[in-house]
């Protein structure tokens, strides 16, 4: 992803989450920053993270370590997409 500025990033950021998990774009679009993540929804399981973080270094053009995936990264959307600001835009 070329320069991105803040929305595209939480459009991709959804878009993932839609694709990955096979949300509706519905719930997604409803998702607040406080919209808790891992452990609230059944769709993000353990196997899942892995995939969620692996589209969203291919579509962000980022490299996520691994230890920078923490129980916090997943806690809600808003962390999630915070740190997806934080690696694209800075």
């Not at 993000?44 to 990264?73: N, P």
Request: proline letters at 2%.
């Amino acid at each position: 992803m070329e320069r991105s500025d803040a929305a595209d990033v939480e459009r991709t950021v959804r878009a993932v989450l839609r694709d990955v998990l096979g949300l509706s774009e519905e719930r997604v679009e409803a998702f607040t920053e406080a919209t808790p993540l891992f452990g609230s929804l059944p769709e993000l399981d353990s196997m899942a993270v892995a995939g969620l973080l692996t589209e969203l270094e291919d579509r962000l053009g980022i490299v996520i370590e691994d230890d920078e995936v923490d129980g916090e990264l997943l806690e809600s959307f808003g962390s999630l997409l915070e740190f997806a600001w934080n690696k694209t835009l800075i």
